[in-house]
DNA sequence: TCCAATGTTCGATCTGCGTCGTACTGTTCG
DNA sequence: CGAACAGTACGACGCAGATCGAACATTGGA
């Protein structure tokens, strides 16, 4: 199970992953593997988000998130499991995926 | 001196502030509203940032910032005093502003 | 060996948005 | 009042990036 090239979490830096955060579907995705776990492309996990897109831009995606430092990419014989770097991420910008987690203003208007 | 239009902090998503802050203009003046405190559309602190663009070009970037809920516009007399919601930003998403200002991934790394 | 399944890469297309210039609004001061 | 200043609004333009389809790559199984 080999891994697909990914940066170092110290060399991420903020506005590389601002720009890839910013694409609502990026965004989706990032959700996805923090709520439901890892996935590949064509999960149903990733099926019940309810983006949908070809899987060339599919792919396009995960790229850039990948290079943002944020995703994993694990080749598992014929697919290609893509996990969420939970850990490193929190370690790097700490809160930021808590940030992702709430996107319902609702519910902090309540705090 | 009267405050233009802003949203309240809770009904502000993570989604749109994202999308204000992908662009590095934007990061920019943020970080410079950070750092050096408030300042004016024709300010020194705003023009020691670097940023050459047009005044109808700043004005829009203000107006996307203002609409996140980043920053705040008092019509002071003849100008305009642009302000970092500081306190407020950093009760609904904690952590962001100090995210914004490590652009540096070699100071991460020597953590 | 050949085929099916899973993604990637490449080229083309199209849309959103960052940018600019100009005109306009509002404020202060002479 | 009128001129100068500070910024906004609007329309136009151009480019980066999101999207798609088709061709290609790789692996596993029949």
Redesign the pocket.
């Known amino acids: 199970m ?1 891994e ?1 090239i990914e940066p170092a979490i110290e060399t991420v830096t903020i506005d590389v992953v601002l ?2 955060l ?5 965004l989706t995705l990032v959700r996805a593997l923090d709520a439901a776990g890892d ?5 149903d996990a990733l099926r019940d988000t309810g ?14 998130l990948r290079h943002a430092g944020l995703i994993r ?1 694990r ?8 996990t969420l770097r939970h850990d490193e991420v929190e370690q790097r910008f700490p809160g930021l995926l808590a940030m992702l987690r709430d996107p319902d203003p609702a519910r902090a208007a309540a705090r």
């Not at 996935?39 to 999960?43: A, L, N, P, V």
Request: aromatic share 2%; net charge positive.
């Open positions: 080999t697909v720009s890839a910013a694409d609502p579907v990026r996935w590949t492309c064509g999960s983006v949908t897109i070809g899987k060339s831009t599919l792919s396009h995606h995960i790229k850039v990419t080749v598992d014989g014929i697919r290609r499991l893509v």
